[in-house]
């Protein structure tokens, strides 16, 4: 539960949000790194299962919504449960046949960072970023929308924000960019021009192939269907030193 600070400064509808989940006890607790200790062992850092993936952790900097580095991301890793990482390995070399990869933005991501988004969101003069993030979607619809949560699917550790990149390493134009809270960036959008429209059809068709699953919201947003924790929201840092090797 938020404290009373910042329940009080929540939109409505967020508010009813975490207090009905909090009365209801639908919501499973995080599992702070305290109890954890590490990760659990079926975690791996994404660059040891398929080093060919580009990685750009938006939330290990300031290039966010935010405008700030996020709780918790100690390093900008990737970190996934290994059945993921390894599902996004076949997806990778899948996409190398027609000169094509991919570049992730966020794995695995620990509940502190899904609170610090709601302290933002209580925050109506954080606004730094509407212009490139949110320019037509008020920041108080952004839970409404269903492109913010109190509790996210990252948490869990086996959904992906990614991207594709051409044959020379570069971003493919999607039609907007990551984290663009706007109904352009549904998957099904018609505001883009067709070669974008393309381009989000194979990135679609190539995670959906390997077993993970889209959002209607969110172009670049993939959870994969066979997770070994689906009522789990754990809280241990982005780190490489959580994991059962260390690296």
């Known amino acids: 539960m938020r404290s009373p600070r910042v329940l009080a400064t929540l939109p409505p509808a967020v508010l009813a949000t975490v207090l009905l ?42 290039h966010n919504f935010v405008g700030e580095p996020i709780d918790g991301y100690r390093e900008g890793e990737c970190l996934l449960v290994e059945a993921a ?59 409404d929308e269903g492109y913010l949560a109190e509790r996210s699917g990252h948490s869990r550790g086996g959904t992906v924000d990614l991207t594709l990149v051409d044959a020379d390493g ?11 809270f706007d109904p352009a960036s549904h998957p099904d959008s018609t505001e883009p021009d067709p070669a974008q429209r393309r381009a989000r059809e194979r990135l679609r068709a190539a995670l959906t192939e ?10 670049w947003h993939f959870g994969f269907a066979d997770e070994p924790f689906p009522d789990e929201h754990f809280d241990f840092p982005v780190d490489r030193s959580v994991l059962r090797d260390g690296d």
């Not at 076949?90 to 610090?116: E, K, N, T």
């Not at 570069?170 to 960019?177: I, L, Q």
């Open 210 to 219: 390997q077993g993970f699953t889209p959002i209607d919201t969110e172009w």
């Open 170 to 180: 570069h971003a493919v134009d999607m039609g907007t960019g990551f984290d663009f």
């Open 21 to 62: 989940g909090a009365l209801a006890g639908s919501v499973a607790p995080a599992r702070t790194s305290a109890e954890t200790g590490r990760a659990p062992e079926e975690f791996v850092a994404l660059r040891t299962v398929a080093p060919e993936i580009q990685q750009d952790i938006r939330y290990a900097g300031g």
């Open 85 to 143: 990482a390894r599902a996004l390995a076949r997806a990778q070399r899948a996409l190398a046949r027609d000169d094509l990869g991919l570049r992730v933005f966020d794995c695995y991501r620990p509940q502190r960072a899904v609170d610090h988004f709601l302290d933002w969101a209580a925050d109506p003069d954080a606004t730094e970023g509407e212009a490139e993030f949110y320019p037509r979607v008020p920041k108080d619809q952004l839970f």
